[in-house]
């Protein structure tokens, strides 16, 4: 790769990493390029040299962030079992850690909401991004045809209780929310093999 080359990579990476943190922080709506470029240390001018529009860099942001956040938690998961796998990215995710400090975890609690408003091109991009979780989540547990509704269910049940936590952060209901669908997710699993 030449000099000119990587420099271009850099500054993508930049304007992707500045759009993920104002995506978690206002939304689509309320984050402007003029703030994404800012945040990425780039003038504007050489904003189109990278994206063709503001939709275009908030759907790769979506795709961006959610993978990448993903599959840190599912690469680092632990655990002798898929079970215990699993309990362990779910436990991660339902964290005090994750519900406090969003602007390092999941982007989907930010966005899910506008993203449901907005429509296209988000949609697309969050669905591919679900249909990403789903499938890796199932296949954990051991097979995708197998596992796929208690994958999206334990989806669900993640993202709202994050969601809720988050709401009504810095009260006891918050922490009771993630203890609540931690264990409603132990539940959903079964007991441990023998």
């Not at 860099?57 to 990448?68: G, K, R």
């Not at 655990?79 to 990215?89: A, F, I, K, T």
């Not at 930010?110 to 296949?139: I, T």
Request: aromatic share 4%; net charge positive; glycine share 10%.
């Amino acid at each position: 790769m030449n000099q000119k080359t990587e420099q271009k990579q850099k500054s993508r990476e930049a304007i992707l990493a500045s759009a993920a943190a104002l995506l978690r922080e206002r939304g689509i709506k309320a984050s402007s390029v003029m703030d994404v470029m800012k945040g990425a240390g780039l003038t504007v001018g050489g904003f189109y040299g990278h994206f063709e529009s503001k939709e275009h860099l908030f759907t790769e942001t979506i795709q961006s962030a959610a993978s990448t956040m993903w599959n840190r938690l599912l690469g680092s998961a632990k655990g002798d079992s898929p079970r215990e796998r699993v309990l362990n990215v779910v436990e991660r995710y339902l964290s005090r850690q994750h519900r406090d400090h969003p602007e390092a975890g999941c982007v989907m609690p930010s966005v899910a909401p506008e993203v449901a408003r907005e429509g296209e091109p988000y949609r697309g991009a969050l669905e591919k991004e679900l249909s990403h979780y789903v499938r890796s989540l199932a296949e954990l547990m051991g097979s995708e045809g197998e596992h796929r509704q208690q994958a999206l269910g334990l989806i669900a049940l993640m993202y709202g209780a994050l969601s809720l936590s988050r709401a009504v952060g810095g009260t006891p209901l918050s922490d009771e929310l993630l203890r609540a669908a931690r264990k409603l997710s132990e539940r959903a699993l079964g007991p441990e093999a023998p």
